[in-house]
Structures are given as structure tokens and as C-alpha cells.
């Protein structure tokens, strides 16, 4: 399958975070292939999102966020697992979407082996367990996910069924409803999220997320 274009990453971010629920993650180690579907996401934009890191502006941490889209922003949440999101919109506007699941598709195996587990149950469905499962880090900050041999996003299928909910464990914003899913699919994440979860509806889809909408920033 082809891979995701800079173009695509530089789209606005909660359309770029809808647009990757059907596409694959892939990582490459050591000559394996360890890849997913991605099945939850969620948008988080620059000065005017109070969730996001780049609310207060740009710094040390949050930098790979203001560069151009396509790139790996990977940081340390609550000092117990990494979190990896992708950067979007042109350079200079900040943006990112996280990776909150992925549904495995090769080498599941050896995701189980790096999760410590005895079955696939709980190997991805949630940011720190795929980002152990498919041994990514901080290592992984800042790749070009465009030209990268070693991380980077393909092609897949359009998702009809998606839901949107407030995005989880946030305690401003909470309006947007910027948290992205495959409704049914089993790798969604279980966490608690504040505000309503529903169906992404055929006017939404419509809208193409340009911002008229009052949830949107």
C-alpha cells in the first residue's frame, strides 16, 4: 500500500485525525514488521486548544509540533509510557493527532511478547500499550513519517462507522468532540472520557471539519 503524503498530515488536524481511522501504522525492527490499523484518535491544535501541549507555545518539548506535518511527536505521559501522535497543518501552525489504538495486523505475536501477555486481549487498545506493543520512544521523536524506513502510515480503508466523543481525560475542552473511533472494534480504548459519545452523522461528514461548526476551533 502507499504511504500517507505530507499533504494528507497537513490538512486541518481533527480532519486529519478522522482521515487516519482506517489506516495502517506500520514499524519496522530489526527486519520485522509490526503494524495496526488505527482505530481511535484524537486532535489537538495550537494556541486557541487549552488541552493541547502547544497552548502556551512553543518549547523544548513541544516543538515537533510547530514543524511541518508527517513528523512522529512522541513524549512521556505521567511518567509511565510513551504517546505517540502524528504532526499536522503547514509549518508554523501548530497540530498534532494521537494514536490512542490500533487493531494488529502483523506480527502480533511479537507485540503480545513485548506486552508481557498471554493473548492479544488489551495488546493495543490504548496509547502506552501500542506504543510498547510496537516499541516506539522517545527514540522515535521528530521521524518523517513520509521518508522514514523505520515508522511511517499507510493507505487503508475509509471507515463508515465512526463515532466522536470529548477527548479523554481532559479537563479543558471539553466541548470539542476531537476523540475519533471505529465504533464496535474491539481495540478501541476503554478510558473514560467526558461529555457524549455518538455517531459521526452524514452532515458532519459533509461539513469536512472546515470549521463551521461550533465544536470546532
Partial sequence: MARL???FFEGYTPNVARALLGTVLVRIVDGKTLSGMIVETEAYRGTRDPASHAYRGRTERNAVMFGEGGH???YFSYGFHWCLNVTTEPAGR???VLIRAVMPID???EMIRNRSLASDESVTDGPGKLTQALEIDS???GEDLVTSNRLFVEEGSW???AGL???VGVSQGVALRWRFFVKGNRFVSKA???GLTEPITKAYEDAKFVGSSASLV
Fill in 72 to 74: 512522529a511527536y512522541v
Fill in 192 to 194: 473514560n472520557h467526558r
Fill in 5 to 7: 503524503s505530507r499533504h
Fill in 94 to 96: 501548530a497540530g498534532a
Fill in 107 to 109: 506480527g502480533l505475536g
Fill in 139 to 141: 527514540v522515535m521523536n
Fill in 165 to 167: 466523543s470529548s477527548r
Fill in 159 to 161: 471507515v463508515n462507522r
